[in-house]
Nanobody, 123 residues
Framework: QVQLVESGGGLVQTGGSLRLSCAASGRTWGSYAMGWFRQAPGKEREFVAAISWSGFTKNYADSVKGRFTISRDNAKNTVYLQMNSLKPEDTADYYC????????????????WGQGTRVTVSS
């Protein structure tokens, strides 16, 4: 079992920055790929970014490429999502996810999900 807890969401103005954290627990967490997804009100969940267990492979959605950075610190059991140049369209609930099948933009690759943290970007 892997437990995930997100933090770091909040209200920020357009152009601002936030750093989300996802604290993980569980014996096999360090071998899992991690992903960040988001869901805006009235919209479907969408992929944001993912990182391999080693941190060597990273994927990003086109909408966040160049603005968001995913990273992980396996010694601290934590994955981060640094979000810069935020836009109102980034407003959503952000979820981290963990899975053993490698980096993917598909939610079906991830077995464990956190409860989410809300990000609101004001215009």
């Amino acid at each position: 079992q892997v437990q995930l807890v997100e933090s770091g969401g909040g209200l920020v103005q357009t152009g601002g920055s936030l750093r989300l954290s996802c604290a993980a627990s569980g014996r096999t967490w360090g071998s899992y790929a991690m992903g960040w997804f988001r869901q805006a009100p009235g919209k479907e969940r969408e992929f944001v970014a993912a990182i391999s267990w080693s941190g060597f492979t990273k994927n990003y959605a086109d909408s966040v490429k160049g603005r968001f950075t995913i990273s992980r610190d396996n010694a601290k059991n934590t994955v981060y999502l640094q979000m810069n140049s935020l836009k109102p369209e980034d407003t959503a609930d952000y979820y981290c996810a963990a899975g053993p099948r490698g980096v993917s933009s598909s939610g079906s690759y991830y077995d464990y999900w956190g409860q989410g943290t809300r990000v609101t970007v004001s215009s």
